[in-house]
């Protein structure tokens, strides 16, 4: 027995020290993988990080939006860190025959416990799998690696229970309420010899050491990286939620360096991007909820993320010559450990085109920039820059662009909005209706009158037909509530939103440093728009360019009006109305209750919600510059969202955003049910309910 306990020790540690080494290094691989990007900044909020990293991944808030794969998660989660004790007294009881943890009087009930959480682990195993290959969720991939996770914490389990079982005949222990698995188990087999208990006792010992290194080396270099590397990017992720980050267009003359913006190439990314592929769970989520892939689209977030990740693998291993498998016999036919050990493979993976090669000019125009795949991400990868940055190269280095956006792009450069209307008649839209007083920041200042807010209307507002109904009632409703504003008439250009999303960023900037200009020159502390990309892009990225101001949304200032009973609703609309969330005022910016509250505050207004609504709210269709194409791929995703809003039966749908009501209004006309559903902004309906002798339906 002693000879044999050497031996036993000796192979135990060989083995252990080995998959140690192993994880360390596929580990440090992956680290100068990541390192071949640009260094991120990071800005120190050390303790609203903290506070993400216990919400998100300690409170497994995001991954219980499902609610049945989140509770199998957590099973997981808090099973495999609560049994990591008992994994060590296995290893005691292996090591040391007839010994344990030293818990004293404690451990029996520390045996108990342990036995209830490796079954709550098994269940949560066979519900994972009944998920996966029984019940066949889209978003799930199947095969043998999507559940060799399963069938490695499946064998953990299984082999200390019946090795505990073992354990006992073989020390001659009666059963026991604390161990009762174990002592079914042990009873099952009471005919064994103890010598034969014993073999059978180390047999499962075995097993399960192998399996949990197996298990700690294969982590790192498969989906399952996650583990590791989650924690650290909800951490890294950023403060504001779909902030784009600013490139700087100044360069060194002396520099020999091919001049190129965006990324083009897999290390032009930012270090913290590089760690969101290794994060990726392939859960699906994200694709899940992209509007784009749910009408058909090419484009799936999950699959940019995997396939950019494995592009990286495979070049990091040609560039640092590290293989990216270990052991590396193991994986001798593997891409990334081909690469690393042959100069022809090296070369012909270093001279793959990130896009064209590996992700096509179609999947990233299919982007709407809404967010929800972030949203829906348990581990915050954050998509959306990662498009952003790849149509940035597009745009500025190649000089690639849908013919539409070109189009729209064009004409916000010589007129100041998409359709290329003159900028003069801009003002024109307040001849509507000359009751209201409507006055620009200049007329103002003839008189020597100041102004609180400088109302923005957008180019919407100013040029489409449609939104200059949503601006009048706007301003309508500060001259009731006597709310101090000005317009900037025929000098408001563009916000740069659009320019800056379709990935024209040269463009944004000079639009923006324009805008900033203007601001500062008319005193503007205050703004206020009809317009949710506006909002976000005043409020969130303006900043980064020297100028900040306290920007709201026109439902904001409306709530506030209404709640300090500045406006009073009177006339009672007896509609069914559903309310649809706009992204960029809702996923950006959690602006979700305003608009639902002066809804609620208005007489005779049965409020319904969408099945997707608020957070999981489906796009219209109209972000990322998208309103200015033609979808020519799959369905059309404003009538897929009409189609979820005609699912409750309103009477009316309302929106917040022009963009949106257009989409919506082109849906229920898709759908031929326009001359029965009618759509309005927020601000359309409270003005009927206000004022009186206004129609209760607007075409």
Known sequence: METFMIINWIAFLIITFYALYLFVKVVTTRIAYIRLGHKSEFDGEIKLRLQRV???????????????????????????????????????????????????????????????????????????????????????????????????????????????????????????????VASLVAMTFGWLSEGTAMVLFYVAWWVHTI????????VPQSKHAHLIAAPINVFLSKQVPGKLKKIDFEMDEDSEEEVAFGVGKVEDFEQHQMLDFYACVECGRCTDVCPASGTGKMLSPMDIMVKVRDHLTEKGAAVTGKSAWVPSYAFSGAAGNVASA??????????????????????LSGCTTCRNCEDACPVNNEHVGTIIDMRRYLVMTEGKMDSDIQRAVTNIERQGN??????????????EDESVYIPTVKE???EDKEFEYLFWVSSMGSFDSRSQKIAMAFAKLMNQAGVSFAILGNTEANSGDTARRIGNEFLFQEIAEKNIKTF??????????????????????????????????????????????????????NERLTYHDSCYLGRYNGVYDPPREILTAIPGLELVEMNRSRKNGMCCGAGGGLMWTEETTGNRINVAR?????????????????????????????????????TMDVAEILAISVFEGEQSKTA
């Not at 079954?119 to 195993?125: G, K, Q, T």
């Not at 399996?211 to 294969?218: A, E, I, N, Q, R």
């Open 54 to 180: 216990w919400k998100i991944v300690f409170g497994q808030s995001k991954l219980l939006k499902d609610k049945k794969s989140g509770t199998i998660h957590v099973m997981m989660f808090y099973g495999f860190l609560l049994v990591q004790l008992g994994a060590i007294d296995m290893f005691v009881k292996g090591l040391s025959p007839g010994n344990h943890l030293p818990f004293g009087m404690f451990y029996p009930g520390f045996v108990f416990f342990q036995e209830l959480v490796t079954l709550m682990i098994l269940v949560a195993v066979a519900w994972a799998f009944y998920r996966r290959y029984m019940e066949k969720l889209v978003r799930l991939k199947r095969g043998f690696k999507a559940g060799l996770v399963l069938i490695f914490i499946g064998t953990l389990m299984v082999s200390v229970l019946f090795g505990n079982g073992m354990a006992m005949i073989w020390h001659g222990h009666d059963p026991a309420w604390t161990e009762p």
């Open 211 to 218: 399996t949990l290194l197996s298990f700690l080396v294969y």
């Open 342 to 363: 042959n100069k022809e493979a090296a070369a012909t993976v270093q001279s793959a085109s990130l896009i064209g090669d590996v992700i096509t000019a179609e999947e």
């Open 418 to 431: 998409p359709w290329g209307l003159s900028k003069k008649d801009r003002i024109k839209w307040r001849d």
């Open 444 to 446: 103002l200042k003839k």
């Open 520 to 573: 500062e020159k008319n005193g503007v502390t205050k703004i206020v728009t009809i317009d949710p990309h506006a909002y976000n892009i005043f409020k969130n990225e303006y900043p980064d360019f020297g100028y900040e101001a306290e920007v709201y949304h026109h439902t904001q200032l409306l709530y506030d009006l209404v709640k300090t009973g500045k406006l009073k609703p009177q006339r009672a609309i």
């Open 642 to 678: 009409t189609e979820q809003a005609l699912a409750v039966q309103p009477t009316m749908i309302s929106s917040a955003c022009p963009y949106c009501l257009t989409m919506l209004s082109d849906g229920t006309k898709a759908k031929e049910v326009d001359e029965d559903i009618s």
